[in-house]
């Protein structure tokens, strides 16, 4: 379950952020917006640390994928959930470098695909949490 989780979505569609973001409140996450690559490392500094990354690849000046790079070369190490849209073959092995606790959604999804992956990785995460 999503309840409580410190979640940070990314986004540059409002429509999209607004859905991914809601749906994730209704679970009762407590959720940071960020509509851009830029505001997401922004984010990551001043209201981190999260539980949750969920980011769009495409976004104008960073894509999501490079600031996750820039977050995980920072030491920063959380599970996030890549969101894309683009057929760009190069796109699964990139998110693939970020780490075993990154997965690719590909647009457009159902809601409860994002939920569902959202909670496998929260899950797989609070045994490390714990110790």
Request: proline fraction near 5%; aromatic fraction near 2%.
């Amino acid at each position: 379950m999503l309840s409580g989780s410190h979640v940070l979505i990314a986004d540059d569609d409002p429509d999209v952020l607004a859905a991914v973001a809601e749906s994730l409140e209704q679970l009762d996450a407590n959720v940071v917006r960020a509509n851009s690559g830029t505001e997401l490392i922004d984010r990551l500094a001043d209201s981190g640390p999260f539980d949750l990354v969920v980011t769009d690849v495409a976004m104008p000046w960073m894509t999501g994928v490079s600031a996750m790079r820039a977050a995980r070369t920072a030491g920063l190490r959380m599970p996030t959930i890549v969101m894309t849209a683009l057929s760009d073959e190069t796109i699964p092995a990139a998110v693939k470098r970020l780490g075993q606790d990154v997965t690719l959604l590909r647009k457009p999804f159902e809601i409860h695909e994002l939920e569902s992956m959202a909670e496998k990785l929260l899950a797989n995460r609070r045994p490390d949490v714990a110790d």
